[in-house]
Protein backbone atom coordinates (compact mmCIF):
# COMPACT_ATOMS: atom_id res chain seq x y z
CA UNK A 1 0.00 0.00 0.00
CA UNK A 2 1.21 3.68 -1.05
CA UNK A 3 2.47 5.99 1.94
CA UNK A 4 3.24 9.34 1.87
CA UNK A 5 5.69 11.67 3.54
CA UNK A 6 4.99 15.10 5.13
CA UNK A 7 7.46 17.23 6.84
CA UNK A 8 5.52 19.82 9.55
CA UNK A 9 6.87 22.23 12.09
CA UNK A 10 4.73 20.63 14.41
CA UNK A 11 2.45 17.70 15.44
CA UNK A 12 -0.24 20.43 17.07
CA UNK A 13 -2.69 18.99 13.80
CA UNK A 14 -2.51 15.51 15.35
CA UNK A 15 -4.46 14.88 18.28
CA UNK A 16 -3.88 14.07 21.25
CA UNK A 17 -5.79 10.30 20.17
CA UNK A 18 -3.43 10.26 17.31
CA UNK A 19 -0.31 11.38 18.60
CA UNK A 20 -1.14 8.63 21.63
CA UNK A 21 -1.88 5.67 19.27
CA UNK A 22 1.57 6.86 17.18
CA UNK A 23 4.38 6.75 20.65
CA UNK A 24 2.71 4.57 22.95
CA UNK A 25 5.47 2.05 23.07
CA UNK A 26 7.66 5.32 22.68
CA UNK A 27 10.77 6.46 25.34
CA UNK A 28 9.60 9.54 26.88
CA UNK A 29 11.38 12.16 24.40
CA UNK A 30 9.27 10.65 21.71
CA UNK A 31 6.11 10.54 23.64
CA UNK A 32 2.99 12.97 22.91
CA UNK A 33 3.57 14.77 25.71
CA UNK A 34 7.19 15.45 25.02
CA UNK A 35 6.30 16.97 21.89
CA UNK A 36 3.94 19.14 22.92
CA UNK A 37 6.20 20.62 25.33
CA UNK A 38 8.52 21.39 22.22
CA UNK A 39 5.59 23.37 20.99
CA UNK A 40 5.40 25.58 23.97
CA UNK A 41 9.28 26.81 24.45
CA UNK A 42 11.90 28.56 22.48
CA UNK A 43 14.06 25.98 21.71
CA UNK A 44 16.31 28.23 20.19
CA UNK A 45 17.24 30.05 23.25
CA UNK A 46 17.30 27.08 25.38
CA UNK A 47 19.87 25.56 22.61
CA UNK A 48 21.70 28.93 22.39
CA UNK A 49 21.20 29.26 18.70
CA UNK A 50 18.70 29.93 16.21
CA UNK A 51 17.07 25.75 14.86
CA UNK A 52 13.98 25.19 13.18
CA UNK A 53 12.36 22.23 14.24
CA UNK A 54 11.04 19.61 11.97
CA UNK A 55 8.54 16.13 11.92
CA UNK A 56 9.04 13.46 8.97
CA UNK A 57 5.62 11.94 9.12
CA UNK A 58 4.65 8.86 7.06
CA UNK A 59 0.83 8.18 6.58
CA UNK A 60 -1.42 5.74 5.41
CA UNK A 61 -4.55 6.64 4.00
CA UNK A 62 -4.10 9.99 6.04
CA UNK A 63 -3.25 7.91 8.79
CA UNK A 64 0.41 8.83 10.67
CA UNK A 65 2.00 5.61 11.08
CA UNK A 66 5.56 6.91 11.48
CA UNK A 67 7.38 9.97 13.18
CA UNK A 68 11.00 11.11 13.21
CA UNK A 69 11.68 14.60 14.59
CA UNK A 70 15.00 16.59 13.58
CA UNK A 71 15.58 20.54 13.23
CA UNK A 72 17.78 22.37 10.85
CA UNK A 73 20.34 24.47 12.23
CA UNK A 74 23.45 27.29 10.81
CA UNK A 75 23.81 28.96 14.49
CA UNK A 76 27.53 29.92 15.12
CA UNK A 77 26.65 29.69 18.90
CA UNK A 78 24.51 26.78 19.50
CA UNK A 79 24.93 23.90 22.21
CA UNK A 80 28.19 22.13 20.71
CA UNK A 81 26.40 18.62 20.42
CA UNK A 82 24.33 20.43 18.36
CA UNK A 83 27.13 21.72 15.82
CA UNK A 84 28.52 19.66 13.78
CA UNK A 85 31.65 21.68 13.14
CA UNK A 86 32.38 22.42 17.27
CA UNK A 87 31.55 18.41 17.79
CA UNK A 88 33.99 16.57 15.04
CA UNK A 89 36.79 19.39 14.46
CA UNK A 90 37.03 21.56 17.55
CA UNK A 91 35.49 20.57 20.62
CA UNK A 92 38.00 17.81 21.21
CA UNK A 93 41.38 19.89 21.01
CA UNK A 94 41.80 21.54 24.09
CA UNK A 95 42.32 18.05 26.03
CA UNK A 96 44.79 17.02 23.42
CA UNK A 97 46.59 20.24 23.63
CA UNK A 98 49.53 19.54 26.33
CA UNK A 99 49.13 15.57 24.89
CA UNK A 100 52.02 13.69 23.36
CA UNK A 101 53.47 14.17 19.82
CA UNK A 102 50.63 12.17 18.06
CA UNK A 103 47.91 14.15 20.04
CA UNK A 104 49.40 17.36 17.87
CA UNK A 105 49.06 15.36 14.89
CA UNK A 106 45.61 14.26 15.37
CA UNK A 107 45.08 18.44 15.64
CA UNK A 108 46.71 18.89 12.63
CA UNK A 109 44.79 16.56 10.74
CA UNK A 110 41.58 17.60 12.25
CA UNK A 111 42.19 20.93 11.33
CA UNK A 112 43.10 19.70 7.53
CA UNK A 113 40.12 17.73 6.82
CA UNK A 114 37.81 20.95 8.52
CA UNK A 115 39.62 22.70 5.56
CA UNK A 116 39.07 20.59 3.24
CA UNK A 117 35.18 20.16 4.73
CA UNK A 118 34.85 23.71 3.89
CA UNK A 119 36.34 23.83 0.38
CA UNK A 120 33.84 20.62 -0.63
CA UNK A 121 31.34 22.60 0.00
CA UNK A 122 29.89 19.73 2.57
CA UNK A 123 28.30 22.34 5.04
CA UNK A 124 29.89 21.85 8.07
CA UNK A 125 28.52 24.79 9.39
CA UNK A 126 25.12 23.54 10.26
CA UNK A 127 23.79 20.23 9.99
CA UNK A 128 19.75 18.80 10.03
CA UNK A 129 19.91 17.15 13.21
CA UNK A 130 17.77 13.95 13.65
CA UNK A 131 17.15 13.89 17.60
CA UNK A 132 13.98 14.76 19.54
CA UNK A 133 15.14 18.25 20.72
CA UNK A 134 16.33 18.58 24.32
CA UNK A 135 17.40 14.88 24.30
CA UNK A 136 20.26 12.78 22.92
CA UNK A 137 18.39 10.65 21.41
CA UNK A 138 16.93 9.57 17.73
CA UNK A 139 14.27 7.37 17.23
CA UNK A 140 12.13 6.49 14.14
CA UNK A 141 9.15 5.38 15.58
CA UNK A 142 6.92 3.04 13.75
CA UNK A 143 3.29 2.42 14.97
CA UNK A 144 2.31 0.36 11.81
CA UNK A 145 1.13 -3.61 13.21
CA UNK A 146 2.77 -4.48 9.77
CA UNK A 147 6.39 -5.10 9.75
CA UNK A 148 6.71 -4.55 5.60
CA UNK A 149 4.56 -1.23 6.57
CA UNK A 150 6.93 0.26 9.01
CA UNK A 151 10.21 -0.91 7.00
CA UNK A 152 8.53 0.87 3.75
CA UNK A 153 8.02 4.06 6.37
CA UNK A 154 11.37 3.88 7.60
CA UNK A 155 12.90 4.00 4.52
CA UNK A 156 10.34 6.58 2.64
CA UNK A 157 11.10 8.76 5.87
CA UNK A 158 15.22 8.20 5.66
CA UNK A 159 14.83 8.97 1.54
CA UNK A 160 13.22 12.25 2.96
CA UNK A 161 15.28 13.61 5.45
CA UNK A 162 18.47 12.89 2.70
CA UNK A 163 16.17 14.77 0.35
CA UNK A 164 15.76 17.65 2.88
CA UNK A 165 19.53 17.47 3.74
CA UNK A 166 20.21 17.84 -0.04
CA UNK A 167 17.98 21.19 -0.55
CA UNK A 168 19.52 22.73 2.58
CA UNK A 169 23.46 21.26 1.46
CA UNK A 170 23.95 20.48 4.99
CA UNK A 171 24.85 17.18 6.35
CA UNK A 172 22.27 15.09 7.79
CA UNK A 173 23.00 13.75 11.49
CA UNK A 174 21.12 11.00 13.72
CA UNK A 175 22.54 12.03 16.92
CA UNK A 176 22.16 9.41 19.59
CA UNK A 177 20.88 5.91 18.17
CA UNK A 178 21.12 3.45 20.78
CA UNK A 179 23.38 0.44 20.48
CA UNK A 180 20.40 -2.04 21.40
CA UNK A 181 18.63 -0.43 18.02
CA UNK A 182 19.47 -2.87 15.50
CA UNK A 183 16.90 -1.92 13.43
CA UNK A 184 17.21 1.43 13.40
CA UNK A 185 21.08 0.77 12.79
CA UNK A 186 20.93 -1.52 10.04
CA UNK A 187 18.46 1.15 7.92
CA UNK A 188 20.74 3.47 8.91
CA UNK A 189 23.80 1.08 7.07
CA UNK A 190 21.68 0.13 4.24
CA UNK A 191 21.26 3.93 3.57
CA UNK A 192 24.87 4.43 3.55
CA UNK A 193 24.96 6.30 6.72
CA UNK A 194 28.73 6.40 8.15
CA UNK A 195 28.39 5.42 11.88
CA UNK A 196 30.00 7.20 15.11
CA UNK A 197 30.72 5.90 17.90
CA UNK A 198 30.27 9.21 20.81
CA UNK A 199 30.00 8.07 23.80
CA UNK A 200 28.66 5.00 26.64
CA UNK A 201 25.52 6.09 28.54
CA UNK A 202 25.11 4.42 32.20
CA UNK A 203 22.05 2.84 32.36
CA UNK A 204 20.81 0.11 35.54
CA UNK A 205 18.44 -2.73 34.88
CA UNK A 206 16.61 -2.28 38.42
CA UNK A 207 17.13 -5.58 40.03
CA UNK A 208 14.21 -7.47 42.03
CA UNK A 209 10.85 -5.80 43.05
CA UNK A 210 12.18 -3.13 46.36
CA UNK A 211 15.34 -1.27 46.93
CA UNK A 212 16.61 -4.06 49.52
CA UNK A 213 16.75 -6.25 46.10
CA UNK A 214 19.42 -3.83 45.42
CA UNK A 215 21.50 -3.58 48.32
CA UNK A 216 21.15 -7.76 47.99
CA UNK A 217 23.58 -7.52 45.64
CA UNK A 218 26.34 -6.53 46.85
CA UNK A 219 29.06 -7.51 49.83
CA UNK A 220 28.09 -6.87 53.14
CA UNK A 221 30.86 -4.17 53.87
CA UNK A 222 29.62 -2.37 50.53
CA UNK A 223 26.31 -2.27 51.79
CA UNK A 224 27.50 -0.83 54.83
CA UNK A 225 29.46 1.53 52.89
CA UNK A 226 26.17 2.51 50.85
CA UNK A 227 23.84 2.73 53.70
CA UNK A 228 26.07 4.86 55.76
CA UNK A 229 26.48 7.06 52.66
CA UNK A 230 22.36 7.33 52.16
CA UNK A 231 22.36 8.61 55.70
CA UNK A 232 24.65 11.14 55.27
CA UNK A 233 22.44 13.64 53.79
CA UNK A 234 19.41 12.09 56.16
CA UNK A 235 21.75 12.76 59.21
CA UNK A 236 22.54 16.51 58.34
CA UNK A 237 18.72 17.06 58.45
CA UNK A 238 18.12 16.73 54.57
CA UNK A 239 14.75 15.44 53.45
CA UNK A 240 13.76 14.23 49.67
CA UNK A 241 10.16 15.20 48.93
CA UNK A 242 8.65 14.39 45.47
CA UNK A 243 6.99 17.22 43.48
CA UNK A 244 5.34 17.51 40.24
CA UNK A 245 4.02 20.42 40.38
CA UNK A 246 7.41 21.95 39.09
CA UNK A 247 5.59 25.24 37.80
CA UNK A 248 5.69 26.83 41.14
CA UNK A 249 8.72 25.98 42.03
CA UNK A 250 9.81 27.59 38.35
CA UNK A 251 12.07 30.03 39.35
CA UNK A 252 14.06 28.11 41.85
CA UNK A 253 15.19 24.75 39.71
CA UNK A 254 15.73 27.57 36.77
CA UNK A 255 18.67 28.84 39.30
CA UNK A 256 19.19 25.51 41.14
CA UNK A 257 20.03 24.38 37.62
CA UNK A 258 21.84 27.36 36.21
CA UNK A 259 24.47 27.16 39.40
CA UNK A 260 25.17 23.87 39.03
CA UNK A 261 25.19 23.49 35.03
CA UNK A 262 27.30 27.13 35.04
CA UNK A 263 30.45 25.40 36.37
CA UNK A 264 31.17 23.69 32.92
CA UNK A 265 30.94 27.41 30.85
CA UNK A 266 28.46 28.00 28.27
CA UNK A 267 28.40 24.10 27.23
CA UNK A 268 24.56 23.26 28.84
CA UNK A 269 21.16 23.15 27.76
CA UNK A 270 19.60 27.06 28.74
CA UNK A 271 16.06 25.92 31.43
CA UNK A 272 14.57 29.13 31.94
CA UNK A 273 11.54 29.14 34.58
CA UNK A 274 9.36 29.34 31.22
CA UNK A 275 10.36 25.30 30.71
CA UNK A 276 9.73 24.09 34.32
CA UNK A 277 6.49 25.50 33.90
CA UNK A 278 5.77 23.76 29.87
CA UNK A 279 6.97 20.20 32.04
CA UNK A 280 4.37 20.53 34.97
CA UNK A 281 1.92 21.75 31.91
CA UNK A 282 2.55 19.03 29.36
CA UNK A 283 4.89 16.37 30.82
CA UNK A 284 3.37 15.89 34.27
CA UNK A 285 2.98 13.08 35.44
CA UNK A 286 5.98 11.71 33.14
CA UNK A 287 8.02 14.76 34.76
CA UNK A 288 8.59 14.94 38.33
CA UNK A 289 11.38 16.63 40.33
CA UNK A 290 12.53 14.85 43.79
CA UNK A 291 13.39 18.29 45.73
CA UNK A 292 16.31 17.84 48.98
CA UNK A 293 14.97 20.39 52.20
CA UNK A 294 16.94 21.45 54.70
CA UNK A 295 15.42 23.36 58.05
CA UNK A 296 12.36 23.58 55.63
CA UNK A 297 14.62 25.15 52.51
CA UNK A 298 14.81 23.71 49.14
CA UNK A 299 18.66 23.11 48.94
CA UNK A 300 18.76 20.84 45.89
CA UNK A 301 16.64 19.02 43.08
CA UNK A 302 16.83 16.05 40.32
CA UNK A 303 14.34 15.78 37.76
CA UNK A 304 13.06 12.38 36.84
CA UNK A 305 11.48 11.34 33.48
CA UNK A 306 9.40 8.04 32.99
CA UNK A 307 7.09 6.39 30.76
CA UNK A 308 6.20 2.68 30.20
CA UNK A 309 9.31 0.36 32.20
CA UNK A 310 12.03 3.10 31.61
CA UNK A 311 13.22 6.39 33.86
CA UNK A 312 15.73 8.66 33.07
CA UNK A 313 17.84 10.83 35.77
CA UNK A 314 17.94 13.77 33.31
CA UNK A 315 18.97 16.99 35.38
CA UNK A 316 20.77 17.69 38.56
CA UNK A 317 20.59 21.25 40.70
CA UNK A 318 21.74 22.57 43.86
CA UNK A 319 21.61 25.76 46.10
CA UNK A 320 25.50 25.79 45.88
CA UNK A 321 28.17 25.15 43.25
CA UNK A 322 30.38 22.65 43.27
CA UNK A 323 29.33 19.95 45.22
CA UNK A 324 29.13 16.60 42.98
CA UNK A 325 31.53 14.83 45.57
CA UNK A 326 29.21 14.89 48.36
CA UNK A 327 26.14 12.41 49.83
CA UNK A 328 23.31 14.81 48.25
CA UNK A 329 24.38 14.55 44.93
CA UNK A 330 24.38 10.85 45.25
CA UNK A 331 21.42 10.49 46.90
CA UNK A 332 19.53 13.42 43.97
CA UNK A 333 21.38 11.48 41.29
CA UNK A 334 21.30 7.84 41.87
CA UNK A 335 19.61 6.65 45.81
CA UNK A 336 16.51 8.75 44.82
CA UNK A 337 15.65 7.95 41.05
CA UNK A 338 16.30 4.64 42.14
CA UNK A 339 13.65 4.34 45.24
CA UNK A 340 11.32 6.13 42.43
CA UNK A 341 11.93 3.51 39.78
CA UNK A 342 10.84 0.59 41.79
CA UNK A 343 8.01 2.72 43.44
CA UNK A 344 6.94 2.61 39.82
CA UNK A 345 7.90 -0.34 38.42
CA UNK A 346 10.78 0.91 36.51
CA UNK A 347 12.94 -1.99 34.92
CA UNK A 348 15.50 0.49 33.07
CA UNK A 349 16.85 3.68 34.86
CA UNK A 350 19.54 5.89 32.35
CA UNK A 351 21.98 7.42 34.90
CA UNK A 352 23.13 9.86 32.44
CA UNK A 353 26.88 9.96 31.19
CA UNK A 354 28.93 11.68 33.55
CA UNK A 355 30.49 10.12 36.70
CA UNK A 356 31.07 7.02 35.00
CA UNK A 357 33.39 5.31 37.62
CA UNK A 358 30.71 6.05 41.06
CA UNK A 359 28.00 4.64 38.80
CA UNK A 360 29.30 1.76 38.33
CA UNK A 361 30.69 1.18 41.47
CA UNK A 362 26.72 1.55 42.48
CA UNK A 363 25.86 -1.20 39.91
CA UNK A 364 25.30 0.65 36.54
CA UNK A 365 26.38 -0.52 33.27
CA UNK A 366 27.86 0.53 29.96
CA UNK A 367 25.34 1.28 26.95
CA UNK A 368 26.95 2.77 23.54
CA UNK A 369 25.29 5.42 22.29
CA UNK A 370 26.26 5.64 18.21
CA UNK A 371 25.62 8.95 15.43
CA UNK A 372 25.17 8.19 12.13
CA UNK A 373 25.87 10.72 9.33
CA UNK A 374 25.09 11.25 5.19
CA UNK A 375 26.78 14.42 4.07
CA UNK A 376 24.91 15.32 0.33
CA UNK A 377 27.52 14.97 -2.72
CA UNK A 378 29.43 11.67 -3.37
CA UNK A 379 32.49 13.83 -3.34
CA UNK A 380 32.71 15.39 -0.15
CA UNK A 381 31.10 11.84 1.56
CA UNK A 382 34.34 10.25 -0.07
CA UNK A 383 37.00 12.52 0.96
CA UNK A 384 35.40 12.91 4.76
CA UNK A 385 35.19 9.54 5.36
CA UNK A 386 38.63 8.74 6.59
CA UNK A 387 38.52 11.36 8.77
CA UNK A 388 34.86 10.45 10.19
CA UNK A 389 36.68 6.71 11.15
CA UNK A 390 39.05 7.99 12.82
CA UNK A 391 36.90 9.76 14.86
CA UNK A 392 34.74 7.16 15.67
CA UNK A 393 37.78 4.95 16.60
CA UNK A 394 39.66 7.19 18.64
CA UNK A 395 36.34 8.38 20.52
CA UNK A 396 35.54 4.28 21.35
CA UNK A 397 39.01 4.15 22.44
CA UNK A 398 39.05 6.37 25.30
CA UNK A 399 36.23 4.90 26.54
CA UNK A 400 37.49 1.81 26.71
CA UNK A 401 40.69 2.92 28.26
CA UNK A 402 38.39 4.03 30.63
CA UNK A 403 38.02 2.40 34.37
CA UNK A 404 37.26 -0.75 33.86
CA UNK A 405 37.25 -2.08 37.17
CA UNK A 406 35.05 0.08 38.83
CA UNK A 407 31.81 -2.13 38.95
CA UNK A 408 31.35 -3.31 42.98
CA UNK A 409 31.44 -6.98 42.31
CA UNK A 410 28.36 -9.21 43.45
CA UNK A 411 28.51 -11.16 46.10
CA UNK A 412 28.96 -15.31 45.21
Known sequence: MTLTLKFHDSVSHLSDAELDALTSESSVFFGRRWFRMLDAVDLSAMARGELSLRYAIAYQQGTPVALCPCFITRSKTIYTPYSLEHFLFTSWKKGFANGPAWSRVAIAAADLYRNVAWRTGAGFDGGVFVTSPLSMRSSIHCAAQSVD???????????????????????????????????????????????????????????????????????????????????????????????????????????????????????????????????????????????????????????????????????????????????LYFNLAFYEPLRRAYELGVKKLWLGASGYETKRRRGARRHGLYSYLWIPGRWSRTVLQPYVSAYSRVAMAMAASGPQNARIRKTP
Open 149 to 327: VAKQARELILQGLRELATSERLPLYFYGVERDDTTLREALTSATFQEIFIYDDNVMDVPGDNFDAYLGQFKSDVRRVLKKEMAHARDAGVRFERVSRMGEMAEQLERFYEVTYSKYGSEHLRHPSTFWAALDQHVSPEAEAVVAYQNGDPIGFSLLLHKNDEMWFYRVGRAEAGASETP
